[in-house]
């Protein structure tokens, strides 16, 4: 596997041991339908984050969730009404980033909420 997916998915680790941690429940790590991925679906309280995570190894080239383009948006939310619509569920749902970068061996960890919203 190629390093840049390993990074990935190593962040992808780190977001959902924090967003546990956070007192949210992980209902689903990497959901797809049609062209879009969900990194992390999590629920807490009557709230669905939909989570996208970013993360890179060094901030030169700017932040983690600078990297999270208009069409990935419009893909997840594509996603996520059809995930709500097969799992029948009452909620609202809430675009989240989880921004991760490497600072020497620590993981620095930085939750968006409604992060779709802020750009």
Do not use: C
């Not at 990935?8 to 429940?25: I, M, R, S």
């Not at 901030?59 to 619509?85: R, S, T």
């Not at 968006?112 to 919203?117: G, V």
């Amino acid at each position: 596997m190629a390093e840049h997916n390993d990074l990935g998915k190593e962040g992808e680790k780190q977001a959902a041991d924090f967003l546990a941690k956070a007192g949210y429940t992980i209902l689903q790590k990497n959901y797809v339908y049609d062209k879009a991925e969900i990194d992390i679906l999590a629920q807490k309280g009557g709230i669905l984050a939909v989570v996208e995570v970013k993360t890179r190894t060094t901030l030169d080239y700017g932040l983690p969730q600078d990297f999270v383009k208009p069409k990935k948006m419009q893909l997840m939310v594509k996603a996520v009404n059809e995930y709500i619509i097969q799992n029948d569920l009452d909620v609202e749902a809430r675009f989240d980033i989880v921004a991760i970068h490497k600072s020497g061996s620590s993981w620095i960890i930085e939750h968006l909420e409604d992060a779709f919203y802020h750009f």
